[in-house]
C-alpha cells in the first residue's frame, strides 16, 4: 500500500499544501512508486477523489487511496491496481476525521540512467500532471 514520507506530517500544520512521497504499488497506474503528490490538507473530498489517510489500524501510518463512496460512519477506499490490497476491502469504512487531504498534483521524477533526447521528451512530457479525480468509480465499486 503506498506510505507517505514522514516529511509530509510537519507541514501540514503550518500551510493548506504540502508535498508527500508515494511508496508501493496500489494506486498503479494513476500513482507510482516514488511519484511526489501536492496534498491540499483539509479539502473537502468528494467521490473519486485521490486522497491521503491516517491507515486505520496503524495511525503513524499516512497512505493513499481513492474515496469511492462515502458510507455511514466515513469513507470507502480502494486503490486503483485492485490486486495490491490494502484497501476497504482488508479494514473497512475509514471513519471521516482519519481522511486528511486531497491529492492534487503529481511529479514524477526522472528514471535513473535514461539520458536519451527521446526519453527526457518522454518524461518531460509525461512528469507533472494534476490528479483526476474518477467519477466513474462507482459503476466499478458495484461490479466488484
Given at each position: 500500500?503506498p506510505?507517505?514520507?514522514?516529511?509530509?506530517?510537519?507541514?501540514?500544520?503550518?500551510?493548506?499544501f504540502?508535498?508527500?512521497e508515494?511508496?508501493g504499488?496500489?494506486?498503479?497506474p494513476?500513482?507510482r512508486?516514488?511519484?511526489?503528490?501536492?496534498?491540499?490538507?483539509g479539502?473537502?473530498?468528494?467521490?473519486g477523489?485521490?486522497?491521503v489517510?491516517?491507515?486505520?489500524?496503524?495511525?503513524?501510518?499516512?497512505?493513499?487511496k481513492?474515496?469511492?463512496?462515502?458510507?455511514?460512519?466515513?469513507?470507502?477506499?480502494?486503490?486503483?491496481?485492485?490486486f495490491?490490497?490494502?484497501?476497504?476491502t482488508?479494514?473497512?469504512?475509514?471513519?471521516?476525521?482519519?481522511v486528511?487531504?486531497?491529492?492534487?498534483?503529481?511529479y514524477?521524477?526522472?528514471a535513473p540512467?535514461?539520458?536519451?533526447?527521446?526519453?527526457?521528451?518522454r518524461?518531460?512530457?509525461?512528469?507533472?500532471?494534476?490528479?483526476p479525480?474518477?467519477?466513474?468509480?462507482?459503476?466499478?465499486?458495484?461490479?466488484?
Open positions: 500500500m506510505e507517505l514520507s514522514q516529511e509530509t506530517e510537519r507541514g501540514r500544520a503550518v500551510l493548506p504540502g508535498a508527500a508515494v511508496t504499488p496500489s494506486m498503479v494513476t500513482l512508486h516514488g511519484d511526489r503528490l501536492l496534498v491540499h490538507w479539502a473537502r473530498v468528494r467521490p477523489d485521490v486522497v489517510l491516517r491507515h486505520p489500524f496503524q495511525q503513524d501510518l499516512l497512505v493513499v481513492r474515496a469511492t463512496e462515502r458510507r455511514d460512519g466515513g469513507w470507502w477506499v480502494l486503490g486503483d491496481n485492485a495490491a490490497g490494502g484497501d476497504s482488508d479494514y473497512g469504512v475509514v471513519p471521516e476525521d482519519l486528511l487531504g486531497k491529492v492534487r498534483f503529481r514524477r521524477p526522472p540512467g535514461r539520458r536519451s533526447p527521446f526519453a527526457a521528451v518524461w518531460a512530457l509525461s512528469a507533472a500532471r494534476p490528479v479525480a474518477d467519477r466513474s468509480v462507482s459503476k466499478r465499486l458495484r461490479a466488484r
